[in-house]
Nanobody, 121 residues
Framework: QVQLVESGGGLVQPGGSLRLSCAASGSIRSIRAMGWYRQTPGKQRESVATIINDGSTNVADSVKGRFTISRDNNKNTVYLQMNSLKPEDTAVYHC???????????????WGQGTQVTVSS
């Protein structure tokens, strides 16, 4: 059984910072891509940033220069450092990961339960 658990969300004032973490646990053989998505009511889920196992990243234009994605492969954890936060960054942030478990040799996409980020004065 594989699961992803996010942490680090909360309430922050505009211009502030938060760091989200997402740890994968369970019977894991390898992890390929890891990423962060966000969703607000009435809007489609938006990809925020992704990172693959060679360290290369892709960051959405809406957060480029403010958000940084990183990962610790030893801890099976992905991070999202969010700086200069704006009210429009308010959303539920979900992490996902492409994980090869121990039951077969396929990669499957797993999702975390989400963590709320609210940017407001």
């Amino acid at each position: 059984q594989v699961q992803l658990v996010e942490s680090g969300g909360g309430l922050v004032q505009p211009g502030g910072s938060l760091r989200l973490s997402c740890a994968a646990s369970g019977s894991i053989r390898s992890i390929r891509a890891m990423g962060w998505y966000r969703q607000t009511p009435g809007k489609q889920r938006e990809s925020v940033a992704t990172i693959i196992n060679d360290g290369s990243t892709n960051v959405a234009d809406s957060v480029k220069g403010r958000f940084t994605i990183s990962r610790d492969n030893n801890k099976n954890t992905v991070y999202l450092q969010m700086n200069s936060l704006k009210p429009e960054d308010t959303a539920v942030y979900h992490c996902n990961a492409d994980i090869r478990g121990t039951k077969d040799w396929n990669y499957y996409t797993y999702w975390g339960q989400g963590t709320q980020v609210t940017v407001s004065s």
